[in-house]
């Protein structure tokens, strides 16, 4: 759907304004990301926190309080429901992505349990508990870039 520059006419079909010059070029319509307005508390406190870390980057995670840090980076329904907690968040690039890294990971543990005189059954167990720890490390993160950021992308 596009707007009218002049006159804020909504279009959808025509490439130009009918209303009020139809020599008018009109411009695309903005994409719309989730506003603070439009999230639940939780998520507009956790923003607020990456907010006040320095933002994706997290250069300023250090200088906040213990409670804050695991705020950012602990996401428990992230860790339970693992690759269905992103796709549920539309984050589903992301779950995938991390979906093929914890798989691999699970290959190569298992694929090196024995020279490092692990169990094939104890070599899973610690590619699932990091997997699980992956995902719940970097959810709320994620979902900031994907939500206030409109970064859609694979990683």
Aim: aromatic share 10%; proline share 6%.
């Amino acid at each position: 759907m596009s707007i009218c520059q002049n006159c804020g006419t909504h279009f959808i079909s025509s490439a130009l304004c009918t209303t009020c010059r139809p020599a008018m070029p009109a411009a695309p319509a903005p994409l719309e990301y989730a506003t603070p307005q439009k999230l639940p508390l939780v998520w507009t406190e956790k923003f607020a926190l990456i907010d006040r870390a320095g933002g994706v980057g997290l250069p300023k995670l250090t200088q906040l309080p213990l409670a804050a840090r695991l705020r950012i980076h602990c996401n428990l329904f992230a860790m339970l429901f693992g690759v269905l907690y992103y796709v549920c968040k539309g984050m589903w690039k992301r779950g995938v992505s991390l979906a093929l890294l914890a798989i691999a990971l699970t290959l190569l543990l298992q694929w090196s349990a024995a020279p490092l005189g692990l169990s094939a059954d104890t070599a899973h167990n610690l590619a699932t508990a990091l997997s699980a720890l992956a995902y719940a490390w970097r959810a709320n993160v994620d979902y900031y870039k994907q939500a206030v950021l409109g970064d859609d992308s694979w990683w």
